[in-house]
C-alpha cells in the first residue's frame, strides 16, 4: 500500500488512542508526504503524536512538509520510526511538538532514520532527547540539517542516543540553542551509543548541571574529528 500526500495537504487535528495521532504506517505500508505538506497538532496517547512508522514501514517527508504542534506522551512527538521502519526527511522541518522522550523524533529497534537538508526546531521533551531520542537504530544527520532551541527536561536537549544506537551528524550540520534540564545539552550519549560528529558544529548549547555540548555516560563513545564543539555553557 502507498499513500502519497501532496500538494499542501494536511492531516490536523486527530487523535489516536495509541500510536500516530495524524500519520499511521504499519508492515509494508509507503508513505509520502510532499510538496508543502503539513501534519499538525495531532495527539496520539501513546508513540507518535504527528506521525508513526512500525514494523517495516517507509516514509518520505520532503519538499517543504513540515511536521508541528504535535503531541505524545510517550515518544515521538513529532515523528515515531520503530521496529525496522525506515524515515527519511528532506528539506523540511520537525518543530514545536512534545512528548515525554524524543519531542521532535523517537527511533527504536532496529529503525533507521536518514535527515537531510532539515530543520528540528523548538522541540520539548520531557524527559531525553528534545529534538531527537534513539536507542537502537541508525540515524543520520546531513547536508546542513539543524537541531535548535529544542530542550529536554533530564538529558540531550538537542540529540539523545541511547542503547546501541549509531548517531552521524555529518556535512555541516548543527546542534545549537538546546538546552537541558539536567545534562547534555547539546547531545546525551548513554548506554553502548556511538555518536560520530564530523565536519559539524555543537554550539550555544546549555545544561544546568553539565556536558553542556556533549555528555557520555556508560561505555558510550563521541567523536568530534573536524568538528567545532564551542561556546556552550553549563
Not at 518520505?60 to 521496529?83: F, R
Not at 536518514?114 to 524527559?127: C, D, F
Not at 535548535?148 to 533530564?154: K, P, Q
Amino acid at each position: 500500500v502507498t499513500v502519497v500526500l501532496t500538494g499542501g495537504s494536511s492531516v490536523q487535528g486527530n487523535m489516536a488512542n495509541e500510536s500516530g495521532g495524524g500519520v499511521y504506517a504499519d508492515g509494508n505500508a509507503r508513505i509520502i508526504v510532499a510538496d508543502g505538506s503539513l501534519v499538525s497538532n495531532n495527539t496520539a496517547a501513546a508513540f507518535g503524536g504527528g506521525l508513526g512508522a512500525w514494523g517495516n514501514a517507509s516514509v518520505v517527508l520532503t519538499g517543504g512538509t513540515s511536521v508541528q504542534g504535535n503531541t505524545c506522551k510517550s515518544g515521538g512527538g513529532g515523528v515515531l520510526v520503530a521496529i525496522n521502519a525506515e524515515v527519511s526527511i528532506t528539506n523540511s522541518s520537525v518543530h514545536s511538538n512534545t512528548a515525554g522522550d524524543g519531542g521532535g523524533f523517537f527511533a527504536w529497534d532496529a529503525s533507521k532514520l536518514s535527515i537531510t537538508k532539515s530543520i528540528v526546531h523548538g522541540n520539548v521533551a520531557q524527559s531525553y532527547g528534545g529534538g531527537l531520542s534513539a536507542g537502537p537504530a541508525s540515524i543520520v544527520v546531513a547536508d546542513g540539517s539543524v537541531f535548535s532551541n529544542n530542550t529536554a527536561g533530564d538529558c540531550g536537549g538537542g540529540v539523545d542516543g541511547f542503547g546501541d544506537v549509531v548517531v552521524s551528524l555529518i556535512g555541516g550540520s548543527s546542534v545549537e540553542g538546546n538546552r537541558a534540564n539536567m545534562s547534555g545539552g547539546g547531545v546525551c550519549a548513554r548506554g553502548k551509543a556511538k555518536v560520530t560528529i564530523t565536519s559539524s558544529n555543537v554550539q550555544g548549547n546549555t545544561a544546568a548541571k553539565g556536558g553542556d555540548g556533549v555528555f557520555t555516560q556508560d561505555t558510550a563513545e563521541v567523536d568530534t574529528s573536524g568538528s567545532s564543539v564551542q561556546s556552550n555553557t553549563a
